[in-house]
C-alpha cells in the first residue's frame, strides 16, 4: 500500500505562483510513476504532469511552460511549481502513483483545492 499526502494549495491572483507537494509513505519502491492530476468542478480528471523514475516527465499541453513537476527520492517527495496561473488553473488537485508517464496508477491523496482568482 502507499500513502500520499498533498498539501499547498490555496488561494492565488492571476499570474501568481503556488508549489504543491506530495509526502509518500508505504511501499514507495514499487513505484514507477508519479503525478499530479486535477479536476474542476463539473470536469473529469485530467493529467496535468507526471514524472518517472528515471526523471522523465509528461505534460498536459495546457500547463507547458508553465507548470514543473519534479520529485526527491530521497525524502520520498514530488512537487509542482505552478506559475503564470490562470483563472482555468482552478481546480482540486491530486497526486497519484503507480502508474506511467501517460496513466495514472492506483494511488490517490486526497487532493488540495487550487484557487485562482482576482
Known amino acids: 500500500q502507499v500513502r500520499l499526502v498533498e498539501s499547498g494549495g490555496g488561494l492565488v491572483q492571476p499570474g501568481g505562483s503556488l508549489k504543491l507537494s506530495c509526502a509518500a509513505s508505504?511501499?514507495?519502491?514499487?513505484?514507477?510513476?508519479m503525478g499530479w492530476y486535477r479536476q474542476a468542478p463539473g470536469m473529469q480528471r485530467e493529467l496535468v504532469a507526471t514524472?518517472?523514475?528515471?526523471?522523465?516527465?509528461n505534460y498536459a499541453d495546457s500547463v507547458k511552460g508553465r507548470f514543473t513537476i519534479s520529485r526527491d527520492a530521497a525524502k520520498n517527495m514530488m512537487y509542482l511549481q505552478m506559475n503564470s496561473l490562470k483563472p482555468e488553473d482552478t481546480a482540486v488537485y491530486y497526486c497519484?502513483?503507480?502508474?506511467?508517464?501517460?496513466?495514472?496508477?492506483?494511488?490517490w491523496g486526497q487532493g488540495t483545492q487550487v484557487t485562482v482568482s482576482s
Open positions: 497519484n502513483a503507480g502508474g506511467f508517464l501517460q496513466t495514472p496508477g492506483d494511488y
Open positions: 508505504g511501499s514507495i519502491f514499487r513505484i514507477y510513476a
Open positions: 514524472i518517472n523514475n528515471g526523471g522523465g516527465t
